[in-house]
């Protein structure tokens, strides 16, 4: 067990590129959650899927954004036409089970510049 | 919607001395309850979690928390504090089903004064 693995740890971006972020969850786990973190704030929900179905979108989630979990396995977050907005730390989170406590990886901060 | 407030900021403690950090929640029913810590840059660990049974919660690196259903609380406690428990904590509530992501609280950032 290796933990959540995110991917890039780290990425600046121009304003109006594509970003893609990976992450790879704890292996038994078919629960997967994305969060948005900002300076000095909670982590804010984004989406959840279980195995590879997408079953919630928070409504933070605007159309320039979207997750896959393709296979049920890892899963992608693409943000497109990024904006100065959308700067801050993207959280991936694993469960196994309801409520079970959610194991986080270490984030990708993005900066759009 | 569920809800998290946890009044405190910022707090600073001397190291040794007792912490206590509040979190009150807002939700109809009995909800998840959990607090994570995060230090800088990194991600959240779980220190502990409610669902049900005993209210207080024993959790990792010497923390516990008490559920309060009266005062719709669980604040997190700790007897002596180290200079390594300074980091950011995080109260999170949860609402069960398995569909719905945890609504976290905008954390308290603990200062430890040697």
């Known amino acids: 067990d290796t933990g959540v693995s995110q991917n890039p740890r780290h990425k600046i971006t121009k304003r109006g590129q594509n970003v893609t972020f990976r992450c790879d969850p704890i292996?038994?786990?078919?629960?997967l959650y994305w969060y948005r973190q900002t300076l000095g704030q909670g982590p804010e929900f984004l989406t959840y899927f279980q195995n590879e179905a997408q079953l919630e979108k928070s409504r933070l989630l605007s159309d320039r954004f979207s997750a896959e979990r393709p296979k049920g396995s890892f899963s992608t977050l693409e943000i497109q036409r990024t904006e100065q907005g959308d700067s801050a730390m993207y959280l991936c989170?694993?469960?196994?089970?309801?409520?079970?406590?959610?194991?986080f990886g270490s984030g990708t901060r993005l900066t759009v510049v | 919607a569920q809800s998290v407030t946890q009044p405190d900021i910022h707090i600073t403690v001397s190291e040794g001395a007792s912490l206590e950090l509040r979190c009150n929640y807002s939700y109809g029913a009995t909800p998840y309850l959990f607090w994570y810590v995060q230090s800088p840059g990194q991600g959240l660990q779980l220190l502990l979690k409610y669902f049900s049974g005993d209210t207080l919660v024993q959790g990792i690196k010497g923390f516990e928390a008490e559920f309060k259903r009266s005062q719709s609380s669980f604040n997190l406690r700790k007897p002596s504090v180290h200079w390594s428990d300074a980091a950011e904590y995080f109260c999170a509530v949860g609402v069960g089903g398995g569909a719905d992501g945890l609504t976290f609280g905008k954390g308290t950032h603990l200062i430890i004064q040697p």
């Open positions: 989170a694993s469960s196994s089970t309801v409520g079970n406590g959610y194991t």
């Open positions: 292996s038994e786990h078919n629960r």
